[in-house]
T-cell receptor, first 118, second 109 residues
Framework: NAGVTQTPKFQVLKTGQSMTLQCAQD?????MYWYRQDPGMGLRLIYY???????DKGEVPNGYNVSRLNKREFSLRLESAAPSQTSVYFC?????????????????FGEGSWLTVV | RKEVEQDPGPFNVPEGATVAFNCTYS??????FFWYRQDCRKEPKLLMS???SGNEDGRFTAQLNRASQYISLLIRDSKLSDSATYLC??????????FGAGTILRVKS
């Protein structure tokens, strides 16, 4: 059971280069997310997709684009990488975006992608 | 002010000790609460949900105080394997998750 798989695990980019982080989940989840994690800060939401065909901005969307290719896959693209985008990126998925109080809707994370922009 | 605040630690404790972490949240409309565990250079994983009445899972006890807007995690009989970063997570309306920066726990023999 693979869960959430993201690639690449490590990447070094030069300023101005572009790249796409790939993510796929095999749990038939509706919702998928991209987070970044920086030292001393919590995970911050970049973009999310509540269902196939929809995407919405999160807390820190500038400099990124996303594509929800199908129910399984959700990619994150850096069009012109900047040093400020050096971070660890996590893809995640959950069953739904339920608004039920205390639903305990668990989010499952991929193993992370370490990106350095020089 | 951050939406979710945690003491970053590190908390250095001997094996067998009891340790407690607190986490405060700023939005009184927060709906769901969780503790996640993150090992070094690994992804976060759900440790436990936090319910209003408090809940226990083995050596771990979670409490929620809505009036004071904080949640807590108590770990009894600490093991070396408990060494990790513990993330406090709060869900706002629409299932928006907000993560704290984490509290580092180091259990030493």
């Amino acid at each position: 059971n693979a869960g959430v798989t993201q690639t690449p695990k490590f990447q070094v980019l030069k300023t101005g280069q572009s790249m796409t982080l790939q993510c796929a989940q095999d749990m038939n989840h509706n919702s998928m997310y991209w987070y970044r994690q920086d030292p001393g800060m919590g995970l911050r939401l970049i973009y999310y997709s509540a269902s196939e065909g929809t995407t919405d901005k999160g807390e820190v969307p500038n400099g990124y684009n996303v594509s929800r290719l199908n129910k399984r896959e959700f990619s994150l693209r850096l069009e012109s990488a900047a040093p400020s985008q050096t971070s660890v990126y996590f893809c995640a998925s959950s069953e739904d975006r339920s608004t039920r109080v205390g639903s305990g809707n668990t989010i499952y994370f991929g193993e992370g992608s370490w990106l350095t922009v020089v | 002010r951050k939406e979710v605040e945690q003491d970053p630690g590190p908390f250095n404790v001997p094996e067998g000790a009891t340790v407690a972490f607190n986490c405060t949240y700023s939005n009184s409309a927060s709906q769901s609460f969780f503790w996640y565990r993150q090992d070094c250079r690994k992804e976060p994983k759900l440790l436990m949900s936090v319910y209003s009445s408090g809940n226990e899972d083995g050596r771990f006890t979670a409490q929620l105080n809505r009036a004071s807007q904080y949640i807590s995690l108590l770990i009894r009989d600490s093991k070396l394997s408990d060494s990790a970063t513990y993330l406090c997570v709060v869900t706002l309306y629409g299932n928006k998750l907000v993560f704290g920066a984490g509290t580092i726990l180091r259990v030493k023999s």
